[in-house]
């Protein structure tokens, strides 16, 4: 981690050391601005249950502009492409170097509990939790059943 600036040092040593409840996050050994990273689906979501494997790269800009995060495990969620890239404000325009991976885990795992349809990243379903949003977290369940609970 020689090459690391300070403040990435400190931040994989705090995820390290005191994980967030529910996100597990450990820097690649091969390249430490390489995260995996797991989430455990939060409780009383379709997600629930399910272990979601994201991947997390900072690129050499970082902290003076976000993290790259995208899901590897296939989600049903509006917010969520379907190449795992995630719609997420401070992963774009409100990103500030103020935020760290912490706050950008953690509001992962938020966006989890609190699909945003009225901002999507996939039309269609945003359009399905708009609709019907029983049946919208009834898929949500079945894709979670499906790819993250194995």
Not at 16 to 23: L, Q
Request: aromatic residues 8%.
């Amino acid at each position: 981690m020689a090459n690391l600036n300070r403040r990435i040092q400190k931040e994989t040593e705090r995820l390290v050391m005191d994980p967030v409840p529910g996100i597990s996050a450990s820097p690649d050994p091969n390249n430490p601005r390489y995260f995996h990273i797991q989430i455990s689906g939060p409780i009383t979501t379709p997600y629930e249950g399910g272990i979601f494997e994201l991947e997390l790269y900072l690129p050499d800009e970082y902290p003076m502009c976000p993290p790259k995060v995208r899901f590897l495990t296939k989600i049903y969620h509006p917010n969520v492409d379907r190449l795992g890239r995630i719609c997420l404000d401070i992963l774009k325009d409100k990103w500030s170097p103020a935020l760290q991976i912490r706050s950008v885990l953690l509001s992962i795992q938020a966006l989890m509990s609190a699909p945003n349809p009225d901002d999507p990243l996939d039309p269609a379903i945003a359009r399905h939790w708009k609709e019907d949003e029983n049946g919208a977290n009834r898929t949500a369940r079945e894709w979670c059943l499906a790819y993250a609970c194995n």
